[in-house]
C-alpha cells in the first residue's frame, strides 16, 4: 500500500502559468516532506522541503503548502518556465530515517 | 567539486551474470543508499548503509547484494538470482538520520543482453 500517493501522472501547464504539483500521504506521524526535481538519465535533485511545524515554505519560484488535516501536500511553480519541465518526486522520512517517494509527476510547460 | 559519481552510466548483463555497479560519494556522508526506478514508477529503496560496515535490506533487496567497507563506496551487486533487473539504478548519500536530504548521483542504467 503506497503511503505517499502522487495521483496525476502528467501535468501540462502554458509557459507564466502555475503549475501546481499534488501529493497525499497516509500516515499522520509523517513530518517532514520534501520535494525532488528528475530530469531524464539524471539524478533527482532536492528542491524544496518543509516541516510539518509549517504550512508553507517559500523558496523563489517554489512554494510547498502543508495540509495536515488533509494529508496533503502541494507544490506550486509561479511563473513556470520551459527549463521547469521534469518529473517531480514527493517523499517523506519514515520511523527509520529511509525516504519514501511517491510515483512522481511529470510536468511539461509549454513554451 | 563534492558529490556522487556513480558508474558505469550504461551497463548491460548477459543471462546468468552477476553485475556490480559502483557508487563514489566525496562529500563525507555517513548514510549511503541505493535505488531502483523503473518507468512510471517512484524509487524503490534496495539496500542503505547509515555507517561503514554496516547495512540494512530496503524494500526490494532480493537477488541484490552490497558491501560498506569504505565510507565513501557503496557498490551494489546485481546478481543472477534478480530475475528483471532492467531498470535505472540511483544512488544516494546523506549525513544520516532525519530531515537530510539525500543526494543523487546520475544513475546507471542497467539492460539485459
Known amino acids: 500500500d503506497q503511503q505517499v500517493k502522487q495521483n496525476s501522472p502528467s501535468l501540462s501547464v502554458q509557459e507564466g502559468r502555475i503549475s501546481i504539483l499534488n501529493c497525499d500521504y497516509t500516515?499522520?506521524?509523517?513530518?517532514?516532506f520534501l520535494w525532488y526535481k528528475k530530469y531524464p538519465a539524471e539524478g533527482p535533485t532536492f528542491l524544496i522541503s518543509i516541516s510539518s511545524i509549517k504550512d508553507k515554505n517559500e523558496d523563489g519560484r517554489f512554494t510547498v503548502f502543508l495540509n495536515k488535516s488533509a494529508k496533503h501536500l502541494s507544490l506550486h511553480i509561479v511563473p513556470s518556465q520551459p527549463g521547469d519541465s521534469a518529473v517531480y518526486f514527493c517523499?517523506?522520512?519514515?520511523?527509520?530515517?529511509?525516504?519514501?517517494f511517491g510515483s512522481g509527476t511529470r510536468l511539461l510547460v509549454r513554451p | 567539486d563534492g558529490g556522487i559519481t556513480q558508474s558505469p552510466k550504461y551497463l548491460f548483463r548477459k543471462e546468468g551474470q552477476n553485475v556490480t555497479l559502483s557508487c563514489e560519494q566525496n562529500l563525507n556522508h555517513d548514510a549511503m543508499y541505493w535505488y531502483r526506478q523503473d518507468p512510471g514508477q517512484g524509487l524503490r529503496l534496495i539496500y542503505y548503509?547509515?555507517?561503514?560496515?554496516?547495512?540494512q535490506k530496503g524494500d526490494i533487496a532480493e537477488g541484490y547484494s552490497v558491501s560498506r567497507e569504505k565510507k565513501e563506496s557503496f557498490p551494489l551487486t546485481v546478481t543472477s538470482a534478480q530475475k528483471n533487473p532492467t531498470a535505472f539504478y540511483l544512488c544516494?548519500?546523506?549525513?544520516?538520520?532525519?530531515?537530510?536530504?539525500?543526494?543523487f548521483g546520475d544513475g546507471t542504467r542497467l539492460s539485459i543482453l
Open positions: 517523499a517523506t522520512w519514515d520511523s527509520s530515517y529511509k525516504l519514501i
Open positions: 548503509s547509515q555507517i561503514v560496515n554496516d547495512f
Open positions: 500516515n499522520s506521524m509523517f513530518d517532514y
Open positions: 544516494a548519500s546523506n549525513t544520516g538520520g532525519g530531515g537530510q536530504p539525500q543526494h
